[in-house]
């Protein structure tokens, strides 16, 4: 399996939520927030990224598949792949709590169309807390990045994270999504749109970022993926 990680990409991802605190431009427009709320209902996610032999053989089953995610009431399948490789395939799906997601997710029926769909090796594998996450459509934002890290205090970190949202807005990102697995609040999850590819490179390369790090909380080694709606 080719591996996905990036790993300078990962290294300035890493300090997107954090700038330098004194940056007063950062703070959205007070007519505008940008800061999302998290859900209130029981509802979780179900993450999944995979590689797959053929990708065409690979859809048809996850079509077949509408059943079994119906018994265990999950439903907006949403699908991504890889920006490169259009055999690493990646799911977000909804159910209405955490048991209902860890049944979907060690269903026996699930597993065998999984093999017969060619699942090949596993990039990720998530149930997702509801969330901080702003509304936004299927067809928003065609080029993501995924980002994933730990953290020392998931509280510091997001008020860092939620101070800082201008930064990355200049650097040609929008948040999506931000959350952690039901059962580690220390392992951030974060979707972003990508809106400018130039600029993003420019802020990756920019010294600030090095001063970041050391405000950030975060600690690890971070993964960062490059995806895209599916086709």
């Not at 998290?38 to 999944?48: E, K």
């Not at 990646?90 to 017969?116: C, G, S, Y």
């Amino acid at each position: 399996m080719r591996t996905f990680l990036l790993s300078i990409l990962t290294a300035s991802l890493l300090l997107l939520p954090a700038c330098s605190s004194g940056d007063k431009e950062d703070a959205p427009p007070a007519n505008e927030p940008t800061v999302a709320v998290p859900a209130t209902d029981t509802a979780v996610y179900v993450v999944f990224g995979h590689e797959v032999r053929d990708y065409a053989v690979w859809r048809q089953v996850h079509e077949d598949l509408g059943a079994v995610r119906e018994a265990w009431g999950i439903t907006d399948a949403y699908l991504m792949q890889g920006a490169d490789e259009d055999s690493v395939v990646w799911m977000m799906m909804k159910a209405p709590d955490a048991e209902a997601a860890h049944n979907f997710m060690v269903d026996p029926a699930l597993a065998r169309l999984m093999d017969t769909q060619g699942v090949e090796g596993e990039v990720y594998r998530a149930i997702l807390a509801p969330g901080y996450r702003n509304s936004f459509n299927p067809e928003d934002f065609p080029n993501r990045i995924i980002v994933q890290h730990d953290v020392r205090e998931f509280d510091a970190w997001k008020r860092v994270f939620d101070g800082h949202v201008g930064s990355r807005e200049r650097a040609g990102l929008v948040d999506l999504f931000v959350s952690y697995p039901i059962d580690d609040t220390l392992d951030v999850h974060m979707m972003f749109g990508v809106t400018d590819d130039g600029a993003l490179t420019e802020y990756m390369s920019s010294a600030p970022l090095r001063a970041a790090m050391r405000l950030s909380g975060v600690v690890g080694e971070p993964k960062a993926y490059f995806v895209r709606t599916a086709d």
